[in-house]
């Protein structure tokens, strides 16, 4: 084959021709295109640290918002707690003030009472004394004819009436 022939005449020439070609690639990818890509993987990583810094910053700032909250959470809540205790002992001694006044309204009519039953009770008890020694009287004087006192038949009534 005559292609085959030739490879001892032109070798030379291609292996020189081929060390130039990668040399030129060497070089051109190592001085030119690899510092390039280097300094492209650190500005990278450089961004990526600084947000990554960000982040967690922010993540720290929130957790600080986060526990301000709720300490204004829980200081409200406690807030809340006393005033609404202190609404029911305000409320509790409104109605206990209100039931006292009650109970001593309600004491006075019984008392008021008690004492118009008591009146009512010894003006009864009076009329009937009072009835009682008429009686007394006209009946001694229909029986024996016999007519009598009525201041006596009024205490004899009286001393009966206290005995039972």
Same mark, same amino acid.
């Given at each position: 084959m005559p292609q085959l022939s030739q490879i001892g005449e032109i070798y030379a020439s291609q292996a020189f021709w081929l060390a130039i070609v990668f040399a030129l690639i060497y070089f $051109? &990818? !190592?001085?030119?295109?690899?510092?390039?890509?280097?300094?492209?993987?650190? #500005?990278?990583?450089?961004?990526?640290? !600084? #947000?990554?810094?960000a982040a967690q910053a922010a993540r720290d700032k929130v957790r !600080? /918002?986060?526990?301000?909250? @709720?300490? *204004? +959470? /829980?200081? $409200?809540?406690? %807030?809340? +707690? @006393?005033?609404? *205790?202190?609404?029911?002992? @305000?409320?509790?001694?409104?109605?206990?003030? =209100?039931?006292?006044?009650?109970?001593?309204a309600a004491e006075a009519r019984a008392s008021e009472a008690a004492a =118009? &039953?008591?009146?009512?009770? %010894?003006?009864?008890?009076?009329?009937i004394e009072g009835a009682t020694a008429d009686a007394v009287t006209e009946i001694v004087a229909k029986l024996s004819g016999v007519t009598i006192d009525r201041a006596v038949a009024e205490q004899k009534v009286k001393a009966e009436l206290a005995h039972g």
């Open positions: $051109g &990818i !190592g001085k030119a295109m690899v510092p390039k890509i280097e300094r492209t993987m650190e #500005d990278r990583s450089a961004r990526i640290s !600084g #947000d990554l810094a !600080g /918002d986060e526990e301000a909250y @709720q300490r *204004g +959470l /829980d200081s $409200g809540r406690s %807030r809340a +707690l @006393q005033l609404t *205790g202190e609404a029911k002992a @305000q409320a509790s001694a409104a109605a206990e003030a =209100r039931v006292k006044a009650a109970d001593a =118009r &039953i008591a009146a009512t009770k %010894r003006s009864a008890l009076a009329e």
